[in-house]
């Protein structure tokens, strides 16, 4: 069964950085697509960028610009680095493929932006 363990959240100012990483048992890394989801309170999860196995990203229109994925193969780790964070990024995320079926989610890790 494939595991997921996400960490690197925190408190952050608006206009701050961090980055997550999610941690994946066996090679899903390496071969196929990981995504990055959120979900904040109230609201339903939502998917907020990929990256496909061979590389190609994409990410939803709130996060464009802002965010990154990018992944380590050999390390079998996925990255989401968020750059100029606002305060309607606070959330719970987790990481997960951006395709069905998904895997069994992780606990996630907390990003609030706050003054």
């Known amino acids: 069964q494939v595991q997921l363990v996400e960490s690197g959240g925190g408190l952050v100012q608006p206009g701050g950085s961090l980055r997550l990483s999610c941690a994946a048992s066996?090679?899903?890394?390496?071969?196929?697509?990981m995504g990055w989801y959120r979900q904040a309170p109230g609201k339903q999860r939502e998917l907020v960028a990929a990256i496909r196995s061979g590389g190609m990203t994409d990410y939803a229109g709130s996060v464009k610009g802002r965010f990154t994925i990018f992944k380590d193969n050999a390390k079998n780790t996925v990255y989401l680095q968020m750059n100029s964070l606002k305060p309607e990024d606070t959330a719970v995320y987790y990481c997960n493929s951006p395709l069905l079926p998904v895997y069994s989610w992780g606990q996630g890790t907390q990003v609030t932006v706050s003054s």
């Open positions: 066996g090679t899903i890394v390496s071969i196929n697509a």
